[in-house]
Structure formats: C-alpha cells, structure tokens
C-alpha cells in the first residue's frame, strides 16, 4: 500500500472568483437567466451536445424541456461531489490562525451538525429533515472561496456576493434542476436567518464551534475563550441554549 500524503491549505481569497480556475466541465453550456442581477435569479446548465440544449416545441407554441439523460445527470453528480471534496480538505481557517493541530475541515464541521439536527428533540413548527439538509449545505460555497473569516478583513457584503457567486457555479456544475434549487434555497435562507430551521441550524453552528474548542483546550491545552465570548448570547432556540450552557459546564469543570 502506497502512502498517501494530503496538503492542508488555510487560505482567505482575496481574487474576485472571475480569474479563479474554470470550475465547469468543458462539456457543459451555462447561461444566466435574463434577470442575472437578483439575488434568486434562476439557474441554467446544459450540455452542449445534448437534445436539451434544443428545446422542444410544441404546436400550440409552448417550449418543454425533456430530462436529463442517466449519464448526463451522473456526469453532472460527480463533477459536483469532484468540486466538493474540497471541503474534506480545507481546514476550518480560525482554528489555524490560533495554531491549533490538525484542525478540523470544514466537511467536519457540517458533518457534526448534521448529527446536531439530528438526535436533537422534535420542535413544534421545525421540520427536522430541512435541519440536516440545511446543515450539510450551509457552508457549501467554501469548496470554491474558502473559509472566509471575521479576521480576513473581507467585509460581509463582499463574503456574500464571492459566496453567492461560487454556490451558483456549483449549482450550475450540478446540471441545474430540482436538486441545485434545494440547495441554493437551502442555502440562502439559512443565510437570512429566514425561517424556524435557519435559527436552529445558526445555533448548531455555533455549537459544533464552541464543542469543538472545548476539545482543543482539552486536547491540546489551548486557551480559546474568544470563541466561547464571540458566541455567548447569540442563541436563538431553546436547544441552543440548553446545549450552550451543557458545554459551558463542562469547560468550568474542566477549569477546576
């Protein structure tokens, strides 16, 4: 068995995502849709030789589009988990500012909220399937930009547009269609804050990044009050603050 070495790279882009490497495959024809400008503005990819490039007509004048072919949609598949096997291998950028070993990935990170959302307790108006879908996706457009963070000096409406931008190629990677649109919508309204699963997967944010600084002071001896001081009392749900006060505890104990 031949050993295999994998180089970890922290990185906060400052090159506008126009002279970034192409991400779309050769094969693959985007377009935008007329209204390019709106933050929901619709998502087109096709293939450049395939029949759905040319719609069909009907005679009574309207235009239907047939689906995807099965190779065409798992060429689409695996140009888009290609893409995102980025996020397996970007670690979490705050960790390494404090030089913090082997830090985790940002795939880490979501994976654990995924978890979060799922063995936590029923909420009345919360539909838990959004959750982990919700979570599993929040930090998806960093497979292109990168952990962008507070301490890049990047401004917040400057994050959003690089990473609207890059979730748009990566929908467009993916072929378009019901699956890219779950996403991005998953995506733009956790950004928002827009509904009852967005501030409960905002919460699990925070808390996979307060659970996991406590394991870094207990592992590695660090002290990493910052993280636990920029999140307190910014818990927006019941669980958040019940499992923010759990992990709380135990770094008191810890302390003793």
């Known amino acids: 068995?031949?050993?295999?070495?994998?180089?970890?790279v922290f990185f906060c882009s400052t090159k506008p995502l126009s002279i970034l490497p192409p991400l779309t495959p050769p094969h693959l024809r985007l377009s935008y849709s007329a209204?390019?400008?709106s933050p929901n503005r619709a998502i087109h990819c096709m293939a450049?030789?395939?029949p759905l490039s040319q719609p069909l007509t009907?005679?009574?004048g309207s235009v239907s589009v047939p689906p995807p072919s099965p190779a065409s949609s798992a060429s689409s598949a695996i140009d888009f988990l290609s893409l995102c096997s980025r996020l397996k291998t970007t670690p979490r950028a705050g960790w390494g500012k404090r030089d913090v070993k082997n830090p985790e990935s940002i795939a880490d990170h979501m994976y654990r909220m995924g978890l979060m959302a799922l063995i936590s307790s029923d909420i009345p108006g919360v539909n838990r399937d959004k959750c982990i879908k919700m979570a599993i996706v929040h930090d998806i457009a960093e497979a292109i930009v990168?952990?962008?963070?507070?301490?890049?000096?990047?401004?917040?409406?400057?994050?959003?547009?690089r990473e609207s931008e890059a979730l748009e190629q990566m929908c467009k990677l993916l072929g378009g269609g019901e699956r890219a649109e779950e996403i991005a919508e998953l995506w733009r309204e956790y950004e928002a804050n827009a509904s009852p699963e967005a501030k409960v997967v905002k919460d699990f944010d925070k808390l996979e990044l307060i659970l996991?600084?406590?394991?870094?002071?207990q592992e590695q001896g660090k002290d990493l009050e910052e993280f636990f001081?920029?999140?307190?009392?910014?818990f927006q749900t019941d669980t958040g603050k019940a499992w923010a006060l759990e992990i709380a505890s135990r770094r008191r104990k810890q302390q003793h």
């Open 146 to 161: 990168g952990d962008i963070t507070p301490s890049c000096g990047i401004p917040k409406e400057e994050k959003n547009r």
């Open 212 to 217: 996991q600084a406590l394991e870094y002071e």
């Open 1 to 8: 068995m031949r050993n295999v070495m994998i180089h970890r």
């Open 229 to 234: 001081e920029s999140t307190a009392g910014k």
């Open 48 to 50: 450049s030789d395939s």
């Open 58 to 60: 009907g005679g009574d």
């Open 35 to 37: 209204a390019a400008s």
